[in-house]
């Protein structure tokens, strides 16, 4: 039998983290799912017992230094095919240069850009050679050419991870290596709200869908979970 396919997925007990540990898991691979509170992660222990031993789930939160630069070490000799940092938060409510204090600023551009960003680098001797793919959960409002204001705080975050993103780009592409910077669509999940137009179940399709394309492409792609390029 064919070896399985081994995908990582940061923040992955609810949302779009959690529909795409599930597609991964429908699409025959294993996953290591993480989890900033695993013990509270109901619906990712439910998955791990109806698909016994394909699902691990490791305690990461990505704010915390100790566990964003020891995670890579926990990993022993696993391989990875697949990671996607998913992990991300909207910011604070207001959304307004504005209005920003320096805290919420920092705040949100560690957790949704520079973690992201440093995780990824830390996983790179982790990741196959040669089929092996990297991928941030971006969003089409970190694309600078098609902004048309509002939010700019979150803007700014997903802005700056596409930013450091092509920066380890640059870093990686000796390595035979994939890099994505995907857009989930607008999903209905905590973050995205009742009123989104995606499912987290079509847009979970999609990620994996594109995941599973651009192996081998050996390139670093702005793309839309339907398969779309994106302007940067
Ligand atoms: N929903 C959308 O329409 C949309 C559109 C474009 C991009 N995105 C991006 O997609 C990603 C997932 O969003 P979502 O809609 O699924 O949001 P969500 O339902 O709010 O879930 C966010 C996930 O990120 C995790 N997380 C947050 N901070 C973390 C940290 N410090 N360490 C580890 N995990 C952390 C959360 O864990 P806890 O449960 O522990 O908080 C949760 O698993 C985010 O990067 C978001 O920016 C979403």
């Known amino acids: 039998m064919a070896e399985?396919?081994?995908?990582?997925?940061?923040?992955?007990?609810?949302?779009?983290?959690?529909?795409?540990?599930k597609e991964f898991l429908a699409h025959g691979w294993d996953v290591i799912a993480t989890a900033r509170q695993p013990d509270k992660a109901a619906a990712l222990h439910a998955l791990a017992a109806s698909h016994p031993g394909r699902v691990s789930i490791p305690r990461l939160d990505?704010?915390?230094?100790?566990?964003?630069?020891?995670?890579?070490?926990?990993?022993?000799?696993?391989?990875?095919?697949?990671?996607?940092?998913?992990a991300g938060v909207s910011g604070p409510d207001h959304r307004s240069a504005s209005k920003a204090t320096a805290e919420e600023t920092g705040a949100l551009m560690f957790t949704n850009a520079i973690a992201p960003v440093r995780l990824a680098r830390s996983l790179a001797d982790h990741v196959r050679p040669g089929s092996g793919v990297v991928a941030f959960t971006s969003s089409v409002m970190g694309s600078v050419a098609v902004n048309p204001g509002g939010h700019e705080l979150y803007r700014a975050s997903k802005a700056a991870?596409?930013?450091?993103?092509?920066?380890?780009?640059?870093?990686?592409?000796?390595?035979?290596?994939?890099?994505?910077?995907?857009?989930?669509?607008?999903?209905?999940?905590?973050?995205?709200?009742?009123?989104?137009?995606?499912?987290?179940?079509?847009?979970?399709?999609?990620?994996?869908?594109?995941?599973?394309?651009?192996?081998?492409?050996?390139?670093?792609?702005?793309?839309?979970?339907?398969?779309?390029?994106?302007?940067?």
């Open 4 to 21: 399985s396919r081994l995908a990582l997925v940061v923040g992955a007990n609810r949302g779009i983290g959690l529909g795409v540990t």
């Open 62 to 86: 990505i704010n915390n230094p100790a566990d964003l630069d020891g995670f890579a070490g926990t990993l022993g000799g696993k391989m990875l095919d697949a990671v996607l940092v998913n």
């Open 161 to 232: 991870l596409n930013s450091l993103a092509r920066g380890l780009w640059g870093e990686l592409s000796g390595r035979n290596l994939t890099l994505v910077s995907l857009h989930p669509g607008w999903v209905r999940t905590d973050m995205g709200g009742q009123a989104a137009a995606v499912s987290v179940e079509d847009s979970a399709a999609g990620v994996v869908a594109v995941l599973e394309a651009q192996t081998g492409a050996h390139q670093h792609r702005f793309l839309s979970y339907t398969g779309e390029e994106l302007p940067w």
